[in-house]
C-alpha cells in the first residue's frame, strides 16, 4: 500500500511538470498586449515604436519612447528628426532590426552642421568619430591629393573649402597659401557630399530580439519604460498556424496523461499480493512461446581411428608439397607450413592440412573443408616423410 502511494504521488509530481511546461510555453508565446500602430510620412519610411510621429500623435502617447520625436517635412515625403540641441534633419532610412536611423542635412550640406552638431540629449550615439580640420583656400591654389578632402557644398567661385584628417594636420603644416577655418568631428558616413549623412543608433529601449522574431516591439504596461514584444505566433495566425499550434500543445499533454496512468497502474499492480505470482506465471509463458528453442544438430564426423588411418607427412625444409594446387598455407587456419611440421592429407582429393587442424574438421565433418570430397573410411594408416 505504501509503495502505491508513493507511485501516486510521483505520477502527481511528473503530471505538474508537464502541465508546468505547457503553461510556461503558453505565457512565453502570448507576450505584452500593447501594440501601436504604424505612420508614416510616404512611402519609403515607416515610423512606429519606439518613434513618435507629430503631430498625429500626443506627447504623452504610450506608443512612443521618450527622446524620439518625428515629423512630416512641408516640402518632403521624408521624416524629419527633432535633435533638442542639433536642431532638424532629414530621415533617409530607419533599420529597427539594428536600431539605425540614417539622417542628412535638409539643405544638403551637411558640412556646415558640423560645428553645431550635438547628440547630447537625445537618446542617439555615432557610429564612428573622427576630426577634420577645413581650410578656406583660393580656387586656383587648393591643394589636391589623397590628405585633401573638397567640400562642394561649402565652397564658392571665390574660394574652396577642403578637409584634412587631424592627425595628418597635427604633423604636416597648413597648405599654402590656405587659411584654417575650424576643427570639426565628423560621426562617420560619407559627410563631405553634398547629399551624404551620417548614420546614427540607439541602444535603448533594446528591441533587437523582438524586431529579430517579426514581432512589435512596445510598452509592457501603461506605467514605466519596460518594453516587451507582441505579436508573436499566438496573435494574427493563420487557420493552419493556429492548428499547428493547437497540435504543438495538445499532443504533448495527452501523452502526458498517458504517461501518468501507465506509471500509476504498473505501480498498483507490482505492489498488489498476486502480482508477484501472476508476474513469474506470465513472464514464464511469453518466455516459452517467444523464446527461441535450441536445435538438435547431429554431428557427421568421422571417428578417431578413422582419422588416423589417413595419410600423415613429416614436411621437409624445403617445405615443397607434391599437391599442384597446395600453395604452402593450411586452408583452415591460413597459417603458412613450416618444416618439420605434421601434415595429414585426406585420400581422395590428395588436400594437405595441418594434422591438428583436420583432426578437428574431421571429427565433425566427413567432408574436406577444401572442396567438400567426401573422404572414406581407411583402415590402415601411412606415415611417409618429404625428403628435402
Not at 15 to 23: D, E, G, Q, R, Y
Not at 178 to 193: F, S
Not at 269 to 288: C, I
Amino acid at each position: 500500500m505504501f509503495g502505491a502511494g508513493a507511485g501516486v504521488i510521483q505520477s502527481s509530481r511528473i503530471f505538474s511538470l508537464c502541465i508546468l511546461i505547457i503553461t510556461t510555453t503558453s505565457a512565453k508565446a502570448r507576450g505584452p498586449v500593447q501594440q501601436c500602430p504604424v505612420y508614416a510620412c510616404g512611402p519609403t519610411v515607416d515610423v512606429r515604436f519606439p518613434f513618435q510621429m507629430l503631430p498625429y500623435q500626443p506627447q504623452n502617447d504610450r506608443c512612443a519612447y521618450p527622446g524620439f520625436n518625428l515629423s512630416c517635412g512641408a516640402t518632403s515625403f521624408l521624416p524629419t528628426l527633432q535633435l533638442p540641441n542639433a536642431g532638424n534633419f532629414t530621415v533617409q532610412d530607419i533599420s529597427y532590426l539594428y536600431q539605425q536611423i540614417y539622417i542628412s542635412d535638409p539643405g544638403n550640406c551637411f558640412p556646415g552642421r558640423l560645428p553645431r552638431f550635438n547628440l547630447s540629449g537625445s537618446p542617439f550615439r555615432a557610429l564612428d568619430e573622427s576630426s577634420f580640420v577645413l581650410f578656406r583656400c583660393p580656387p586656383d591654389d587648393a591643394p589636391t591629393g589623397t590628405a585633401y578632402r573638397k567640400v562642394p557644398c561649402l565652397s564658392s567661385k571665390n574660394s574652396t573649402v577642403i578637409a584634412m584628417p587631424a592627425f595628418i594636420a597635427r604633423f604636416a603644416p597648413a597648405p599654402y597659401p590656405c587659411q584654417e577655418m575650424e576643427r570639426v568631428v565628423v560621426p562617420g558616413a560619407d559627410w563631405v557630399e553634398s547629399s551624404g549623412g551620417v548614420l546614427l543608433q540607439w541602444d535603448s529601449p533594446n528591441c533587437r530580439s523582438c524586431e529579430a522574431a517579426y514581432g512589435l516591439c512596445g510598452f509592457k504596461s501603461t506605467t514605466g519604460l519596460q518594453v516587451g514584444c507582441s505579436g508573436l505566433p499566438t496573435n494574427g495566425l493563420s487557420g493552419s498556424a493556429k492548428y499547428g499550434i493547437a497540435l504543438g500543445f495538445g499532443i504533448p499533454t495527452i501523452l502526458c496523461l498517458i504517461a501518468v496512468l501507465c506509471y500509476v497502474r504498473r505501480k498498483i499492480d507490482a505492489n498488489s499480493p498476486h502480482s508477484h505470482h501472476h508476474h513469474h506465471q506470465t513472464a514464464l509463458e511469453f518466455s516459452t512461446a517467444v523464446a527461441p528453442q535450441p536445435e538438435v544438430v547431429l554431428v557427421g564426423g568421422l571417428d578417431q581411428s578413422t582419422i588416423d588411418s589417413y595419410p600423415k607427412t613429416t614436411l621437409g625444409q624445403s617445405k615443397r608439397l607434391p599437391g599442384p594446387g597446395d600453395d604452402g598455407t593450411c586452408p583452415i587456419c591460413l597459417c603458412e607450413y613450416r618444416a618439420e611440421e605434421a601434415l595429414r592429407t585426406l585420400p581422395e582429393c590428395k588436400h594437405y592440412f595441418h594434422v591438428h587442424c583436420i583432426d578437428a574438421w574431421l571429427k565433425l565433418n566427413s567432408t574436406c573443408p577444401l572442396c567438400r570430397t567426401d573422404t572414406p573410411d581407411r583402415s590402415s594408416s601411412q606415415s611417409r616423410r618429404l625428403m628435402s
